[in-house]
């Protein structure tokens, strides 16, 4: 039988290479979860995905209405779900102010980690019907989660505090988790922590009585993908060039798009809680490794509270 993956923001860079690689290699049915379906089918037309090897469904992960009625669509087409890959990601380094999703959350801890939370926990009853004997779930992580490696020393750190800003509420006047000043980058990379959070906790409360692998990775640095189109477009230029040429971390989209399918399809990725690595400077043919998170993401009394309240601001609890 045909396996089907739900990709979020299968519309861009690491999705959408993912997508290719999932149809192309691993002769996957892939439901592209994106908001923009023009752009989708454009992009799924480009890279000459098969008519029939794709369905593009609408979400915005930004607003948690949206999730819920992008899992009702996403049953109503009565496919059966083997895998799923939290991929959509946004990244605004230049805001003054914080956007907000309709319920009033910041919208970068919304899109990338409260959004993804929420879709997650709604899909794990059909991930559990699926036929397939390990089904998954891979959430995109990065390095600059983790303070521990040189990708991740650059400031502001990613720091959860104690999460006083989802205690209180997370809505006006709070927008960071740990209930202190807007830092739009800051906004992200604790959004990432959270993503590998979530992944572990999934891991330790779900493996042994569902048989679902949860697992999270980093990629490399795709440096020329669309997360840099909201910087300095100076620094959209340098960036990629500084990667290539001085840190050596630079990916294309292509290779990071089939390591990210590698971890969602072959057998050898089967190993749940793992985050698994490339290492920060790429060389040819370089292996895989599971890779220890940052103190933060694996700190298991932070993982408990950040998922009781996550699934009282998604609605769940
Ligand atoms: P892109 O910006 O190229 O892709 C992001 C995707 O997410 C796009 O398809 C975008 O849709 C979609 N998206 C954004 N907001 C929403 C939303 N509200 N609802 C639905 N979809 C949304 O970024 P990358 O490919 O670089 O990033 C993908 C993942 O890889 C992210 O999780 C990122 O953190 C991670 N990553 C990236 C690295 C890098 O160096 N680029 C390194 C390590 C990890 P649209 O096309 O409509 O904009």
Same mark, same amino acid.
């Given at each position: 039988?045909?396996?089907?993956?739900?990709?979020?923001?299968?519309?861009?860079?690491?999705?959408?290479?993912?997508? %290719?690689?999932?149809?192309?290699?691993?002769?996957?049915?892939?439901?592209?979860?994106?908001?923009?379906?023009?752009?989708?089918?454009?992009?799924?037309?480009?890279?000459?995905?098969?008519?029939?090897?794709?369905? &593009?469904?609408?979400?915005?992960?930004?607003? $948690?209405?949206?999730?819920?009625?992008?899992?009702?669509?996403?049953?109503?087409? +009565?496919?059966?779900?083997?895998?799923?890959?939290?991929?959509?990601?946004?990244?605004?380094?230049?805001?003054?102010?914080?956007?907000?999703?309709?319920?009033?959350?910041?919208?970068?801890?919304?899109?990338?980690?409260?959004?993804?939370?929420?879709?997650?926990?709604?899909?794990?009853?059909?991930?559990?019907?699926?036929?397939?004997?390990?089904?998954? &779930? #891979?959430?995109?992580?990065? #390095?600059?989660?983790?303070?521990?490696?040189?990708?991740?020393?650059?400031?502001?750190?990613?720091?959860?505090?104690?999460?006083?800003?989802?205690?209180?509420?997370?809505?006006?006047?709070?927008?960071?988790?740990?209930? %202190? +000043?807007?830092?739009? #980058? %800051?906004?992200?990379?604790?959004?990432? #922590?959270?993503?590998? $959070?979530?992944?572990?906790?999934?891991?330790?409360?779900?493996?042994?009585?569902?048989?679902?692998?949860?697992?999270?990775?980093?990629?490399?640095? &795709?440096?020329?993908?669309?997360?840099?189109?909201?910087?300095?477009?100076?620094?959209?230029?340098?960036?990629?060039?500084?990667?290539?040429?001085?840190? !050596?971390?630079?990916?294309?989209?292509?290779?990071? !798009?089939?390591?990210?399918?590698?971890?969602?399809?072959?057998?050898?990725?089967?190993?749940?809680?793992?985050?698994?690595?490339?290492?920060?400077?790429?060389? %040819?043919?370089?292996?895989?490794?599971?890779?220890?998170?940052?103190?933060?993401?694996?700190?298991?009394? +932070?993982?408990?509270?950040?998922?009781?309240?996550?699934?009282?601001?998604?609605?769940?609890?």
């Amino acid at each position: 039988d045909q396996k089907t993956v739900i990709i979020t923001g299968a519309s861009s860079g690491v999705g959408l290479y993912a997508a %290719k690689a999932l149809i192309q290699k691993w002769g996957y049915h892939v439901v592209m979860a994106c908001r923009n379906l023009d752009k989708t089918y454009r992009v799924a037309q480009e890279l000459g995905f098969p008519s029939d090897s794709y369905t &593009v469904l609408p979400i915005d992960l930004g607003s $948690l209405g949206s999730v819920r009625y992008f899992v009702q669509a996403f049953r109503e087409t +009565k496919k059966p779900l083997d895998a799923l890959l939290c991929n959509a990601a946004i990244y605004m380094p230049l805001l003054k102010e914080p956007l907000r999703s309709p319920e009033g959350y910041e919208l970068t801890m919304t899109t990338n980690h409260l959004g993804h939370f929420l879709l997650c926990n709604l899909l794990l009853e059909d991930l559990q019907r699926s036929s397939s004997p390990e089904p998954r &779930v #891979v959430i995109l992580g990065t #390095v600059t989660h983790n303070p521990d490696e040189l990708g991740g020393k650059i400031p502001p750190r990613p720091d959860l505090g104690n999460l006083e800003g989802f205690e209180a509420g997370f809505v006006e006047p709070h927008s960071m988790i740990d209930g %202190k +000043k807007f830092e739009p #980058v %800051k906004a992200y990379k604790d959004s990432k #922590v959270c993503n590998v $959070l979530t992944m572990r906790e999934l891991h330790r409360r779900y493996h042994d009585s569902t048989g679902i692998t949860f697992s999270s990775l980093y990629p490399g640095c &795709v440096a020329t993908t669309a997360l840099f189109r909201n910087h300095y477009p100076l620094f959209q230029k340098l960036f990629p060039l500084f990667q290539k040429h001085i840190t !050596g971390g630079f990916v294309s989209e292509e290779l990071a !798009g089939e390591r990210v399918a590698d971890v969602v399809a072959a057998p050898e990725y089967n190993q749940s809680g793992s985050y698994w690595s490339w290492g920060n400077r790429q060389k %040819k043919d370089r292996e895989s490794f599971v890779q220890q998170v940052s103190p933060q993401a694996r700190d298991d009394e +932070k993982a408990e509270k950040m998922w009781d309240l996550s699934a009282q601001l998604v609605g769940l609890a």
